[in-house]
């Protein structure tokens, strides 16, 4: 790549994994100070005590990830290998979230049952084709998860669920400009993997 484009790829490649270091130490601790701590430990917990725990639930998630680090540099491709990882949960959350968001019928027994075999199912496949690449596997885990999502459902088929979220088609409008420039980015990164890929 060219020089200018070398420090741009650069600070793209910097700002994504900032962002993501951001989301996860964020998900760690709204995970484990609001579904652990105070369900299960402390359930009138303050919300100081909320924000405390979730920054040492923070750190110390830090700090393991620090002392696992150094183990991944005998990996030719240590991103690859998280992205591995991360797909053995990623079909459940999918699952979860599309069907929770798009189908008013869906149950909380379905989606807990996506979630308890998320990572069953993507070892099982693991174990038993090795040779798949992990994309296809994802996608091999979400349609079995849905399958299942949607078995539990018409088993339980108590009508649309009250709680439901109500989607109609101006929830997901957008107006003119942003189209234009979505294509017009769309148009530029092709423009840009044609050059230099």
């Known amino acids: 790549m060219p020089i200018g484009f070398k420090g741009l790829a650069f600070a793209a490649l910097i700002a994504a994994i900032v962002s993501s270091l951001s989301s996860m ?3 760690t601790a709204t995970i484990f100070s609001m579904d652990i ?6 359930k009138d917990a303050s919300e100081s005590q909320l924000v405390l ?3 040492i639930a923070s750190a110390v998630a830090l700090v393991i990830a620090v002392l696992i680090a150094p183990t991944l540099s005998s990996l030719e491709q240590a991103f690859q290998f998280i992205q591995e990882f991360t797909g053995f949960i990623s079909p459940g959350i999918f699952a979860i979230f599309i069907f929770g968001l798009f189908w008013k ?3 909380a027994n379905s989606a807990l049952w996506a979630a308890v075999l998320t990572i069953p199912l993507s070892l099982g496949i693991k174990a038993l084709i090795p040779s798949l690449p992990f994309l296809n596997r994802m996608g091999i885990v979400f349609l079995l ?4 999502v949607v078995v539990i459902t ?3 088929s108590r009508g649309d669920d009250p709680k439901a979220i109500k989607a109609d088609k101006g929830l ?3 107006d003119n400009i942003f189209n234009i420039g979505a294509i017009g980015i769309f148009a530029i990164l092709a423009v840009i993997y044609i ?3």
Not at 37 to 42: E, M, S
Not at 145 to 148: D, E, G, P, T
Request: charged content about 20%; glycine content about 4%; overall charge positive.
């Open 25 to 27: 130490v964020n998900s």
């Open 37 to 42: 701590y105070k369900q299960l430990i402390k």
């Open 53 to 55: 725990t979730g920054r």
């Open 105 to 107: 019928k869906a149950t």
């Open 145 to 148: 998860l849905s399958s299942i």
């Open 154 to 156: 018409l088993i339980e």
């Open 172 to 174: 997901f409008h957008t």
């Open 195 to 197: 050059r230099f890929w």
